[in-house]
């Protein structure tokens, strides 16, 4: 609500026709009444021959009252039909004075009235003054009210200008000087002032607005850009107007007033509200402007857009409508937030809500606000805020809860593993339930206070930390002792021993690892897990291991007594059958002495067998060498030249000449004439039967293909008995199922392996792996 005064100071700023009312109708008073106050100028109460600050009388004290009575309220004013005409006044010594009272009213944009102006002149009662003296009275007058609007343009910072277009003659007041930084003796020139409006736009508008009121009488009113005198920029509202006499411009006036700081301010506000535009399109945030009062809202196409809508689709938005679109179970929530806001316990409104989109699900938005504008009675007038998306951040919060939960979950769960994390100086700042569990300490007892010397036994300490200067030269101390390795960059697991609250001792194995937040080590933790089972099973193996080394031992020993005793037994039947036979001829086509020879040859074969397994087995740890594995199958094929001759079986070698295997050379001799006598051995009848041998690279092996097309293995029946001792499955006479035993037990100990690829009565290939 404005007061009477200020609004008398904005009324003559933007229209100076009420100057011209002032300095016709004005000269010795002025009373301002609106709807809130009045105000009466300095000029009247001394013509009244009051002071300035005698200003606690009213108006109706002034007054003296008579047939018609003069009203200082607007609403009588508006009211009556009040005429222009004399009334009288109380002057302060006691005399009266009789004042003619013009009335003005003041309308504002729209046509409504808003004020009056009553102005007080006392030219009709000057009969008593002679013609001279009525003018020099009149041009006193005019000097004091030029005076009067001089100090109240200074006031308001507002200066006055006039063109007189008859002699070519520009006026500036004294603020107008001021305005443009001239002297106050500086004689302006039209052309001159013209040309310090800033060229361009400024100097354009202010040019063609001139010659239009000029030609046609058109007032303007522009806000433009001068270069004062001195060479400064400002801003300026000028305002102006247009006398015409008989159909000709004679006068142009107006006013003038320095507007840069408002200009300034009103372009940084507007810049502000551009970079803040760009700011909230950057965080993808909507906005809406509510006033409380009367429940208008004005919302940004990407508020509509956030819950899937278009503004038009979506307008009007009241305050019901925002109800409608909350989740029933966030709306007290919300409403609270807002009400204390409203209560100015805080200064900022803010609430996270779930809110309907179009589609039916419902979203997360962050909604803020604050109130910008409150009521003469202190309500809550109009707020401003943004509403943002942050559905991903509460899925994201969710997903961080959950797995914090069951980060805790496990925590809470591994009652019987150790897990302590501390910070850089060793305090512990986690100790879980399987720490509590293990060492006897609970969580008050430890947690901040405590390090993890306080269950470590100290000779380990004292051990670890002089390896420590043994392997690296350095001493450390206390913490250090246990973080060297991790604060090296490697993972440290070794064997400690804890020591329980009531001082029981017992094995760990300890890994502690940094703990860090942006690449940077904030804490350390330490995972340890009881090992005494493992220690006690491991006590168990040692014992087992150094009982069956024993047992292998005697095994070997009792091995290579049996096959040289069995050898000596056999040899001695052997040769006991043949004196038998040497003394008695006869006797050799005795079925019974054919049967005990080839008994005693069986035994002597089976003899055989068992001493190669024995001299296997104890080949193992021998040093392999690098044999060509070309050159040994040539060789084993030289061997067997009479037999593969009478075979009729053909053949063939792809074996790159220079690939070598690491073994032993009467091992890979025996294998090798294994597979091709096994060959020749199972050939078909009923085709022209081939061996051929090739070999490739898998990995770190040579694997020595051996493919034939004889008869061929039923290897759903007999896969599991294939390699076993004394395991036949064909009927050939020779079979004794020892080869493929003895064979596989010889590449399983140059550390390689056998697989097999058959199907009967078309052919098989063996795949030997051995080593590189």
Avoid at 96 to 101: G, Q, R, V
Avoid at 281 to 294: H, P, R, Y
Avoid at 406 to 426: C, F, H
Avoid at 553 to 568: G, M, Q
């Amino acid at each position: 609500m404005m007061h009477a005064q200020e609004q008398f100071y904005e009324i003559i700023k933007k229209d100076i026709r009420f100057i011209d009312f002032i300095q016709e109708h004005a000269l010795d008073g002025l009373i301002v009444v609106n709807k809130n106050s009045f105000w009466i100028n300095p000029k009247l109460y001394q013509t009244l021959g009051y002071k300035n600050n005698d200003t606690c009388l009213k108006p109706a004290d002034l007054l003296i009252i008579k047939d018609n009575q003069l009203s200082f309220d607007f609403t009588d004013l508006k009211n009556q039909n009040i005429a222009d005409c004399n009334y009288s006044f109380k002057h302060k010594n006691g005399n009266t004075i009789t004042l003619f009272t013009k009335i003005k009213t003041v309308t504002n944009e729209t046509g409504d009235l808003v004020a009056f102006f009553i102005g007080l002149n006392q030219e009709n009662n000057i009969q008593s003054y002679s013609s001279e003296a009525l003018i020099k009275e009149q041009q006193l007058q005019l000097k004091k009210q030029k005076l009067f609007l001089e100090k109240c343009n200074l006031a308001a910072k507002i200066g006055y200008w006039e063109v007189d277009l008859a002699s070519q003659s520009l006026y500036w007041s004294d603020m107008t000087k001021v305005i443009h930084e001239a002297a106050i003796d500086y004689e302006p020139k039209i052309a001159a002032a013209l040309n310090l409006y800033k060229e361009g736009e400024s100097r354009d508008l202010i040019t063609l607005s001139f010659h239009s009121i000029t030609t046609k009488g058109t007032p303007f009113d522009h806000e433009l850009q001068i270069t004062t005198l001195q060479g400064n920029d400002r801003w300026v509202q000028s305002i102006g107007q247009a006398e015409f006499k008989d159909g000709a411009c004679v006068r142009i006036y107006g006013t003038f007033q320095d507007i840069t700081a408002k200009k300034e301010s009103r372009l940084a506000l507007i810049q502000e509200k551009e970079k803040l535009q760009s700011i909230i399109q950057a965080t993808n945030a909507g906005t809406w402007e509510w006033n409380i009062q009367t429940g208008e809202t004005q919302h940004s196409e990407l508020w509509a857009n956030i819950i899937g809508y278009t503004l038009d689709e979506i307008a009007p938005i009241d305050t019901e409508k925002w109800i409608s679109l909350i989740h029933p179970d966030d709306i007290e929530r919300s409403n609270k937030n807002m009400k204390a806001c409203f209560e100015k316990q805080t200064e900022f409104y803010r609430s996270e809500y779930r809110i309907k989109h179009k589609d039916g699900s419902w979203i997360w938005v962050l909604d803020k606000g604050k109130i910008i504008s409150w009521t003469d009675d202190d309500e809550p007038l109009m707020m401003f805020g943004t509403h943002v998306d942050i559905s991903d951040n509460k899925k994201a919060a969710l997903q961080l809860t959950e797995t914090l939960n069951k980060i805790q979950g496990i925590l809470d769960a591994s009652t019987k593993v150790s897990i302590i994390e501390t910070d850089l100086n060793g305090t512990i700042t986690t100790f879980n339930k399987g720490a509590q569990n293990l060492l006897g300490y609970s969580k008050k007892e430890v947690l901040n206070k405590q390090t993890p010397f306080l269950f470590h036994q100290k000779d380990e300490l004292l051990a670890r930390r002089q390896a420590i200067f043994d392997e690296f030269g350095e001493n450390v101390d206390t913490f250090k002792i246990l973080t060297y390795e991790s604060n090296r960059g490697n993972y440290d697991t070794r064997e400690w021993t804890y020591v329980k609250k009531n001082g029981l001792q017992f094995p760990v194995q300890l890994t502690i690892t940094p703990v860090k937040t942006n690449k940077i080590t904030t804490g350390y933790l330490g995972i340890a897990v009881d090992i005494s089972n493992l220690k006690n099973a491991e006590k168990e193996i040692k014992s087992l291991l150094d009982v069956t080394k024993d047992q292998n031992s005697r095994l070997k020993n009792f091995a290579h007594i049996v096959s040289h005793n069995l050898r000596s037994h056999s040899g001695n039947i052997a040769m006991m059958l043949d004196l038998l036979e040497y003394e008695n001829p006869d006797l050799k086509e005795n079925e019974f002495i054919k049967y005990l020879d080839q008994a005693s040859a069986n035994l002597k074969e089976t003899i055989e067998h068992l001493n190669q397994v024995v001299l296997m087995n104890n080949s193992i740890n021998e040093n392999l060498q690098d044999l060509n594995l070309y050159d040994y199958w040539k060789k084993a094929l030289k061997n067997l030249t009479v037999v593969t001759a009478q075979s009729n079986v053909a053949i063939s070698c792809e074996i790159d000449p220079y690939i070598t295997i690491k073994g032993i050379p009467a091992y890979l001799e025996s294998i090798l004439l294994n597979f091709i006598t096994n060959g020749i051995k199972y050939r078909s009848e009923e085709r022209q039967s081939y061996i051929k041998a090739s070999c490739s690279i898998e990995d770190r092996y040579v694997v020595l293909h051996i493919e034939d097309n004889g008869i061929g293995i039923d290897m759903q029946k007999n896969r599991t008995k294939l390699f076993g001792m004394y395991k036949t499955f064909t009927n050939n006479p020779e079979a004794r199922g020892i080869g493929l035993f003895i064979t596989k037990n010889q590449v399983e100990a140059l550390g390689g392996k056998i697989k097999v690829e058959s199907e009967l009565n078309k052919g098989t290939t063996f795949k030997i792996y051995l080593k590189k």
